[in-house]
């Protein structure tokens, strides 16, 4: 599998034309997460959102889940976690976006070790009126049936673990007919025979978070989804290789959820190779033309970067590009650099519950736009700067060969720009008065203008020539 030789490479047509200015500070206009992508519970005060709510109501909701009992947290295991009355939802920001959300096999785990008779594995079903799973060695009929099959089946609750048996039920306080599964206890309510209350789910959710005490410790009500920041560049100059290259990177961003005191880790966001969808396209690396992966994914973690700045999150690694880049020149020190697997732009959740990501590719407007919502503490940035010294001027053109180019034809694909020492410094004030300083330093060398040429065509004198691309 292929993997980006420079992810911050710069595909043709790059530098052409300056972008339109991206957002420097958290914009009057804020466009809402799509598809109402947040739920509040004021009965216990807390919030889903994104992915995990997506599942939650795909799936059934508060009838087949119950309510949220925590946020989502990290649990000591070092696995994301949000904890429901009647389930457990898991959140595995590394996997792909459709694969990212599960239910803990909750009825497995609290049935562990359990040899009597209603858990011992069958070769067949005793009765030919009762679904046998092969796979499980167990039977599924009746009301546990229907209610298994009409509730999201086998995705929600996973194979039948047990036979049907009868045993004391801790929510009612009576014996109850019973029923394991893998991510569920399903039990028969004979007083409510026809009605919708005919078959309930215990609340393993809850029997799990009292087990665990970092749970336990995250029930305390929690704020309103509120938005934190945003911004916006364009790449309205960009190829379709950067265009497709921008869209796979930012869907792998997109829905992204950052428990409090985590770190985020761009490079660590997916499958950056043709594998995944990403394309090759030509490229200046080292001063060279070369064919490359990826080109487009530094627009991504800058724009990130710029979101996650104005809102006032901790930036914990950010390192700039070597040169000014027309895409981000409107706010000059103001990128991030992307280089797998070396250099990462990463970034600290300090608020007091998660942060969400959304990510919007528009392709008819050719803007990139990030934003992010969480639990606002009030905090406020604004900026300082750029503050630009020691300018320094670029150097002769250079210019190289290009075999696959028309006859007499010359491309400029870098208009040169001059190095310069820049500092950008954000400020915080935070909701108790308190106030910090974080410089983005920066030292930008100069980028000569580079040309490629085709057959019949000799440079000019004065220039430096590259050996011819291969």
């Known amino acids: 599998m292929r993997r980006l030789p420079l992810v911050f490479a710069l595909l043709l047509g790059l530098l052409l034309i300056p972008a339109a200015p991206a957002t420097a500070a958290p914009g009057s206009i804020v466009q809402p997460a799509p598809g109402n992508a947040f739920a509040f519970f004021p009965e216990t005060g807390h919030n889903i959102g994104m992915p995990i709510k997506s599942s939650f109501e795909a799936n059934g909701g508060v009838a087949t889940f119950g309510m949220p009992l925590t946020e989502l947290i990290v649990d000591a295991d070092g696995l994301q976690v949000q904890y429901f009355e009647r389930a457990r939802f898991e959140f595995r920001p590394g996997a792909p976006p459709g694969a990212r959300v599960s239910i803990t096999r909750a009825g497995a785990l609290l049935s562990a070790g359990r040899a009597d008779p209603p858990f011992q594995w069958l070769a067949a079903s005793p009765d030919p ?52 599964f893998e991510r569920a206890r399903f039990v028969y309510q004979p007083e409510n025979a026809g009605t919708a209350d005919e078959v309930t789910l215990s609340p393993l959710g809850r029997m799990l978070l009292e087990q665990d005490p970092i749970a336990l410790a995250a029930t305390a009500p929690a704020r309103p989804i509120e938005f934190l920041g945003e911004a916006s560049t364009s790449f309205s100059t ?82 700039a590009h070597s040169h000014i880049v027309y895409f981000y020149d409107d706010v000059i020190g103001f990128d ?92 915080i004030t935070f909701p108790n008065g308190q106030v910090r300083r974080d410089p983005y330093v920066t030292r930008y060398t100069p980028w000569e203008d580079f040309f490629t040429y085709g057959p019949g065509v000799t440079p000019p004198r004065g220039v430096t020539v590259l050996a011819p691309r291969r």
């Not at 229907?146 to 039920?169: C, K, M, N, R």
């Not at 761009?266 to 396209?281: M, P, Q």
């Not at 503490?377 to 190289?400: H, L, T």
Request: charged residues 20%; neutral net charge.
């Open 238 to 319: 960009s190829s379709t290789e950067r265009v497709t290259n921008i869209a796979r990177a930012t869907a792998l961003v997109d829905g992204y959820v950052v428990p409090a005191g985590a770190e985020f880790s761009f490079i660590a966001t997916g499958d950056f190779s043709a594998a995944n969808g990403f394309v090759e396209g030509y490229a200046i690396v080292g001063g060279r033309l070369e064919r490359v992966l990826g080109g487009g994914l530094c627009q991504v973690s800058t724009t990130l970067f710029r979101a996650v700045s104005n809102a006032g999150l901790a930036v914990t690694r950010r390192v």
């Open 336 to 427: 991030a650099t992307v280089f797998t697997p070396s250099v990462d732009f990463r970034w600290r959740n300090d608020t007091a519950g998660p942060v969400y990501i959304v990510g919007i590719t528009d392709t008819a407007n050719a803007r990139l736009t990030f934003q992010l919502y969480g639990s606002s503490d009030g905090r406020s940035v604004r900026y300082e700067g750029p503050v630009k010294k020691n300018w320094k001027q670029p150097g002769a053109a250079v210019w190289q060969y290009d075999p696959g180019l028309p006859s007499g034809a010359v491309r400029q694909l870098v208009h040169g720009r001059p190095g310069v020492d820049v500092t950008l410094t954000r400020i």
């Open 129 to 180: 009126e009762r679904t046998f799973f092969p796979e499980a060695g167990h039977t599924l009929g009746g009301a546990f049936g229907w209610f298994w099959q009409t509730h999201g089946g086998l995705a929600t609750f996973g194979y039948p673990i047990s036979e049907e048996f009868v045993e004391y039920d801790q929510t009612s306080g009576q014996e109850r007919l019973v029923q394991y």
